[in-house]
């Protein structure tokens, strides 16, 4: 595998939090603690287009590909929805004191992560809150939605993960999944696999067709991993870690074959917090502390 870094994209004012593509598969949204959400172009290095200047930090976002509307989670303010071409805000709503630290769209729900515990629900049509899932006293800090059996995974800062099922919003199943807090949490795209990682550095894979039973247990980084992201083939995956590292796997046997980092690659200098590969499956963004956000390209 060859990587080779395309650019560093550069203009935030403090460090990048989340990263979400838009529908037309070239352009990515990039938001952090400066309360910026910038619209960038992969081939367009140099042309962040600012979309919107919130008053706080964005530690989530979503593109809803059905309104063309972005969602973006303030931390102690709510939700605010934009229209990323008039640059306004459509809606926003006040959610309580907690951050929102994950947001996932589905079906015409939106799905906030709360930092005090609570998921909450809102259907898109009526922009208003449908439901509260309270399934813990810490921070939901990561959603992963399983289309096939209808499943929304929800990872928490007490270790553990819950499976809630989206006809009925009942709780499935809920285990210890790490040795601390559940950061990241991704289906691969059969959805045959949920792989979780968390501040314990260990990337964990479960068996959704065997009732999330542990297949494989890797000790993957040497800190914290904040972020899981799968190539759209499904062939690969990637790991972003507080250890300054970005990490590709085989999807298939979860071998490592490609260490990302400074020392390589010219890769980030502090911690690196989310990442996402482009729906073009050679093209993958990374976003840091250092306030970059870095575009490689990655051929097998």
Not at 10 to 18: I, L
Not at 87 to 105: D, E, H, N
Not at 223 to 244: P, V
Request: include cysteine; charge should be neutral.
């Amino acid at each position: 595998m060859n990587v080779r870094k395309i650019d560093t994209f550069s203009g935030h004012r403090d460090c990048v939090y989340t990263l979400i593509s838009d529908a037309n598969g070239h352009q990515f949204y990039s938001a952090g603690g400066d309360g910026l959400i910038v619209r960038w172009d992969v081939t367009k290095p140099d042309l962040g287009e600012l979309v919107a200047r919130i008053g706080s930090s964005v530690y989530a976002m979503a593109f809803d590909e059905a309104t063309g509307l972005l969602w973006a989670g303030h931390n102690y303010e709510g939700i605010q929805v934009l229209d990323p071409v008039q640059k306004k805000v459509v809606s926003s709503m006040k959610i309580g004191p907690a951050p929102i630290f994950a947001i996932r769209i589905w079906k015409g729900k939106a799905f906030l992560a709360l930092g005090d515990g609570i998921i909450v629900i809102v259907d898109i049509p009526t922009f208003a809150i449908q439901k509260y899932l309270k399934a813990s006293q810490k921070s939901v800090r990561t959603l992963a939605i399983r289309e096939e059996s209808r499943e929304l995974v929800a990872g928490f800062s007490d270790w553990s993960v819950s499976i809630f099922d989206l006809d009925t919003f009942g709780l499935k199943k809920r285990f210890h999944a790490h040795d601390n807090s559940v950061f990241a949490a991704q289906f691969s795209p059969d959805e045959q696999f949920l792989v979780t990682g968390g501040r314990d550095a260990h990337l964990k894979v479960w068996d959704a067709r065997d009732n999330y039973q542990l297949v494989q247990d890797i000790p993957a980084h040497m800190f914290a991993i904040n972020a899981i992201t799968y190539r759209t083939d499904g062939n690969f995956l990637a790991t972003a870690s507080m250890d300054k590292s970005i990490k590709v796997w085989r999807a298939d046997t979860f071998r490592l074959i490609k260490v990302i980092d400074r020392a390589r690659h010219a890769g980030h200098g502090t911690s690196i917090n989310t990442l996402l590969w482009m729906a073009g499956e050679n093209v993958l963004v990374s976003g840091s502390d250092d306030r970059t956000i870095s575009v490689w390209e990655i051929n097998e």
